[in-house]
């Protein structure tokens, strides 16, 4: 008793010593013998500390500060101890404190402290129990904060389901086949979790919380499809209502906010937010896919018709109804854009319906920027499709080659990126339209607004369709296209003082990225060696058996009449790493394209890269070399050269590592590193 404190201070400062109590007994420091004992002795009084917080939580006229700091403790001590079975009295005695907006947020925190802790999952029946009792009560205060707008305490208490639900999905599905259980409950449980993705307006402007029930979705979806086949049908039918609202819930969600929202309100980091966003909902679609399959392409098929028509209906004088229109047109091609890749080549339903319907669109619809984006993506993910039913490849050319003419950046990288991976997925089909792509790629290579990654991408779709090609054919196309851009580029290596200026080893670096694509797919073998690119060593034997034909390569010739310019870029403009990475990248694609074919150019290749070498010690020659020893260290009449080569390699590197050990520790690990893997290989080297 302490007659000069008032009680309620008391009360809080007890509550405070007991909250830190178990806290301290996980001290990393402690002796585990005393940390044994200790532990003995706070069990004993656990269950006289929570009888304590339970008497004060049960009285009348308690203040939000004293119902916090219990539960707090209450917190604190059934996280520390298992051996503490809470009754539903003492469970339904928190609800209430969830139930009060001022202490929901300390409530939540020790309901999910207790229900997600390990050893609770040896009381099965207790989590159902809880999760039976927490929808019962809370589904009305759910449903009058959803009216009142009030989006902080909705975050607290959706986060209370979604967390318990993401622990135990298995648990759930295992309960639904449990007669003695009220199916209709659990069920009400998931429409509250619904309700959570469902929250109205856009997410990162007017809502934050639509993205809590990601993961529990998706582990949802896992166990449901790791159960037993029998099961999984039981599952799909009761579920079937909950994953049909989902479907439209997500449609809803993935339209873009307008643009006095998304373009004049947002900055990046909030537009980056909402792309990310849109890829979650993206991954549920596709584990939504395992489980309905056909009939969750049936549910995007209305809505895209349904789309469809209201573009078509919107007039052009009332903008916001066609915006809005386009919008939604947009989510749904998003959405199968999602699934194309798991959707059969030889799905004859609902492809040939949308790409069709690509032709029907209106030059307003093809004139936003999102909405011709999404469908280049959908394109690119339909790569498969189309190599199966490659009559429907003019649709496709049409679009790609219309998008190529916007200004719009976003719409170039993704009709460039359509081209690149829809002509190497159907390069074998696509001998009727070759002659078109190569005019498509040609005309825009010259296009002065595109910039060098999307011209990289065209001359990768250029080298693609010219593999194909007779030879004749190819060299009249390769002389029209690169004899213009050799021409600038030697008048650039030309001009004096030229090694400084920005401009031109800007133009430089993005000729050499240009060459690099084209020299990777200009193989007229069709071998398919860019599948071995990266830092993995291709095997050559391997490469070779999958050749078509043993044509002559005209590869060897354009790179034969380009070596002298990259020896000149190599003298002036070693001391850019950049451009050396790029040129390295040039003769890596060469060689792996040609392989055998290459052997007589080899020496003067070794030469440029050594040149290349010893006035930048760029690490990119290092890793090129290794694979050329790699590649070449069994053919006799090259062994000298490579040997008197990788010499010379190792007199450069310890020559700058002795000058200036600090600065060059990273150089001499990345030449340790690639000769060691040269080593296993090509020991004849050393």
Avoid at 412 to 433: D, F, H, R, V, W
Wanted: charged share 20%; net charge negative.
């Amino acid at each position: 008793k302490l007659p000069n404190i008032p009680s309620t201070r008391v009360i809080h400062v007890l509550f405070k010593i007991l909250t830190a109590i178990p806290d301290e007994f996980q001290h990393p420091f402690q002796d585990n013998n005393r940390k044994q004992a200790s532990r003995l002795e706070l069990i004993k009084h656990a269950e006289s500390v929570l009888l304590f917080v339970q008497k004060i939580l049960c009285e009348e006229n308690i203040s939000d500060n004293i119902t916090k700091i219990c539960l707090k403790c209450l917190h604190s001590w059934s996280v520390f101890s298992d051996t503490i079975i809470f009754t539903e009295n003492q469970i339904g005695i928190v609800l209430n404190c969830v139930r009060n907006e001022n202490t929901c947020n300390e409530a939540v925190e020790c309901l999910i402290g207790i229900y997600t802790s390990p050893h609770m999952i040896k009381h099965p029946k207790m989590i159902i129990r809880f999760i039976e009792q927490m929808t019962i009560s809370l589904t009305n205060v759910i449903d009058q904060a959803i009216q009142e707008s009030n989006m902080d305490y909705l975050r607290d208490l959706y986060f209370l389901f979604v967390t318990v639900g993401e622990s135990h999905t298995r648990l759930i599905l295992d309960s639904l086949t449990d007669l003695s259980l009220n199916q209709d409950i659990m069920i009400e449980f998931f429409r509250i979790i619904l309700k959570c993705s469902s929250t109205p307006t856009y997410f990162g402007y007017d809502e934050t919380i639509s993205d809590l029930p990601f993961n529990f979705w998706i582990n949802f979806q896992d166990d449901l499809m790791a159960s037993d086949e029998s099961r999984i049908q039981i599952y799909r039918e009761i579920f079937k209502d909950i994953f049909h609202s989902l479907i439209n819930i997500f449609l809803f969600k993935l339209q873009y906010p307008p643009d006095e929202i998304y373009e004049q309100s947002w900055d990046n980091d909030d537009r980056e937010k909402f792309r990310c966003y849109r890829q979650d909902i993206a991954d549920a679609y596709t584990y939504c896919f395992t489980i309905l399959n056909t009939s969750l392409l049936q549910i995007l098929m209305d809505h895209f018709n349904k789309a469809l028509a209201q573009t078509m209906m919107a007039s052009s004088k009332d903008m916001n109804l066609t915006c809005s229109a386009i919008c939604y047109l947009e989510a749904v091609i998003y959405a199968f854009t999602a699934l194309t890749e798991n959707i059969s080549p030889t799905e004859t339903v609902y492809m040939p319906q949308i790409l069709s319907s690509f032709q029907t669109l209106s030059p307003q619809c093809l004139m936003d920027s999102k909405l011709l984006s999404i469908i280049n993506c959908f394109l690119s993910n339909s790569a498969d499709w189309l190599a199966n039913n490659i009559n429907y490849f003019p649709f496709t050319l049409t679009i790609i080659s219309n998008s190529l003419k916007s200004t719009d950046q976003m719409v170039m990288i993704s009709a460039t990126m359509a081209l690149k991976i829809i002509t190497t997925e159907c390069q074998l089909n696509l001998g009727p339209y070759a002659a078109q792509i190569v005019q498509i790629c040609e005309e825009y290579l010259q296009y002065p607004n595109i910039k060098y990654k999307e011209k990289a991408r065209l001359m990768h779709s250029l080298g693609t369709i010219l593999s194909i090609m007779p030879l004749d054919v190819i060299m009249l196309t390769i002389d029209r296209i690169l004899i213009p851009i050799l021409t600038e580029i030697e008048k650039i290596l030309c001009i004096d003082g030229n090694n400084n200026n920005p401009d031109a080893r800007i133009h430089i670096n993005g000729v050499l990225l240009m060459l690099s694509n084209l020299f990777a797919r200009l193989d007229v073998n069709l071998k398919g060696t860019d599948l071995a690119e990266g830092d993995q060593l291709i095997s050559k034997s391997l490469v070779q058996a999958k050749a078509r034909n043993n044509m002559p390569q005209p590869l060897y010739r354009i790179f034969e009449k380009i070596m002298p310019m990259f020896g000149v870029i190599a003298a002036n403009y070693s001391h850019d790493e950049e451009i050396a990475q790029n040129l390295c990248e040039c003769v890596k694609k060469t060689v792996i394209t040609l392989l055998d074919d290459v052997k007589p150019m080899i020496g003067n290749i070794i030469q440029l890269l050594l040149h290349l070498y010893r006035n930048s010690r760029s690490i990119s020659v290092i890793q090129i070399s290794r694979q050329i020893f790699t590649l070449f260290h069994k053919e006799t009449e090259l062994l000298p050269d490579l040997q008197e080569y990788y010499y010379s390699l190792t007199t450069l590197t310890f020559e700058q590592f002795e000058k200036d050990f600090r600065e060059n520790t990273f150089l001499v690990q990345c030449f340790f590193e690639e000769s060691a893997q040269a080593l296993r290989k090509a020991t004849t080297i050393f």
